[in-house]
Each structure stands twice: as C-alpha cells, then as structure tokens.
C-alpha cells in the first residue's frame, strides 16, 4: 500500500525525509504544502515576483540542506517561516549595499517597484496599503504582515522572529500607527488635488 502523502502530518513528512528511500517524494510534499504561504510572506517584504522566486529558492535550498538536523522544538511551519524571514532579510540588505542606497533611497526603490506592478493603481487602497506598509522599518513591517496577512499569533511570530511577545505587541502597534498616518495623509493629499 502507497503511503499517503497529502494526508501525513508534517511531523511524518520530517520522518520520511530522513529516510533515503522516501527522502525526495517528503521534500516535495513539504514544498508543495508550504511554498505558496511562503512566497507571499516573502513576497510582501521583496514585492519583485522574480526576486521573491529567488529568495523563496533559496529557503528550499537551505530547508533541504538542514531538514536533517531540525529537532522539531517548534512546528516544522515555524521553522519554515524562519528561515523565509531570514532569507528574505539576507536578501534585503545585500540589495540594499549592492546599490549603495540610504534607507530612504531603498524604500523609494521598493515603492517605484510596487508603481511599476501589473495592475498598480494609485487610487484604490490596496495599492496605498502596500505603499504604506513598505514605508515601514523592517522590523515592523515583517510584524505587520505577519500579524494583518498571516493573521499569525504573537507567540507563533515570536517562535519565528525569536523576540519576545510584549515588543512584538509594541511593533505592531507602532506599525499600525504609521500605517493610519500614511494612509490618512495619502487621503487628504487625494482630496485636495
């Protein structure tokens, strides 16, 4: 009897993966369960599709390489999103010194990106939304998806971001401000033009 693969529990998948037999099919139902949560996680922070392919590769990269050796003292998607953020961080900063850009410069940068999508329209809010969330500080900005589109617990994101409940509170509270203020300028400044 062929094991069932799309109902075993990620734990399980962990144990196959460990076996050379089941070890590639694992892998593969592991990246087929997860990649999609993954790459919008990624891809809210990077907003590029290709850079975010990139950088979601590269976890599966590094899932497969270290899958042997995680012990399971969080739950496999804790682990996965850890190593999302991570990369995606990694990733940030090294586009952040491969243009020699200012803070400043980088979030213009990452909002000529979200002008530039298919579909960009400056007047719906959605758009404003993504053009106020990158305007945040890394830190808050990874809280704030975290917390409004993965809807993810306080103690989940501080098993992820390896910080403690209270300031992850206080970031998503100072993130949540900044982004009202954003939108309410961006209102204004719509009503008097």
């Known amino acids: 009897m062929t094991p069932d693969y799309l109902n075993m529990l990620d734990e399980e998948l962990v144990e196959r993966f460990r076996q050379p037999e089941t070890r590639e099919k694992a892998y593969s139902h592991i990246?087929?369960?997860?990649?999609?949560?993954?790459?919008?996680?990624?891809?809210?922070?990077?907003?590029?599709?290709?850079?975010?392919?990139?950088?979601?590769?590269?976890?599966?990269?590094?899932?497969?390489?270290?899958?042997?050796?995680?012990?399971?003292?969080?739950?496999?998607?804790?682990?996965?999103?850890?190593?999302?953020?991570?990369?995606?961080?990694?990733?940030?900063?090294?586009?952040?010194?491969?243009?020699?850009?200012?803070?400043?410069?980088?979030?213009?940068?990452?909002?000529?990106?979200?002008?530039?999508?298919?579909?960009?329209?400056?007047?719906?809010?959605e758009w404003k939304l993504q053009l106020a969330i990158q305007s945040l500080p890394e830190k808050q900005k990874i809280v704030f998806n975290l917390r409004y589109y993965d809807e993810m617990p306080y103690d989940k994101m501080s098993e992820v971001l390896d910080t403690s409940v209270g300031a992850l509170k206080a970031s998503y509270h100072f993130a949540v401000k900044k982004v009202e203020e954003f939108l309410k300028n961006e209102l204004n400044h719509d009503k008097n033009s």
């Not at 990077?46 to 270290?66: A, I, M, P, R």
Request: hydrophobic share 35%.
């Open 31 to 125: 990246v087929k369960r997860h990649q999609e949560r993954l790459y919008w996680h990624i891809r809210r922070m990077v907003v590029h599709h290709e850079d975010t392919n990139d950088v979601l590769q590269n976890v599966f990269v590094k899932v497969w390489k270290g899958l042997d050796n995680f012990r399971g003292e969080s739950s496999l998607f804790t682990w996965l999103y850890r190593i999302a953020t991570n990369e995606t961080y990694t990733y940030l900063e090294k586009m952040k010194k491969r243009r020699a850009l200012s803070i400043s410069d980088h979030e213009s940068h990452i909002g000529n990106l979200i002008k530039a999508e298919k579909g960009f329209d400056y007047n719906k809010l």
